[in-house]
């Protein structure tokens, strides 16, 4: 078996990491706000769906900036009735919490 051949595998390797690298680096530089913000969102609709029934709106959620070690945005949804959904974020889109909000509550 000839010499170089020995170094193939190792060339395969380097190519599918290289390629992975690059792959995930893109993903993380084109997370923007307005898509975490747009997402988390959609997700309060389910939720609120879920959990309380229908009448939440895209327009219940703004975002503020994560005050917590490792949280980018913090998602809050308040509904008209209720307590508030919270959702933060890290800077790569994911989710690291998801809570209620019980004294985000509207006075009565």
Known sequence: MPRWLWYVPIGILIVVVAYNGA???LMRANVTESAVID??????LKDHARLIGEGASLTDC???PGYEPGVWI???C???EGSAFLYGVR???AL???ARDE???PET
Do not use: C, Q, S
Request: aromatic residues 12%; charged residues 25%; hydrophobic residues 35%.
């Open 23 to 25: 792959k995930l680096g």
């Open 39 to 44: 997402h988390y969102a959609g997700e309060y």
């Open 62 to 64: 703004l975002a503020i």
């Open 74 to 76: 913090e998602v809050r």
């Open 78 to 80: 308040t509904p008209p």
């Open 91 to 93: 800077r790569d889109g």
């Open 96 to 98: 690291i919490y998801a």
């Open 103 to 105: 004294a985000a509550k």
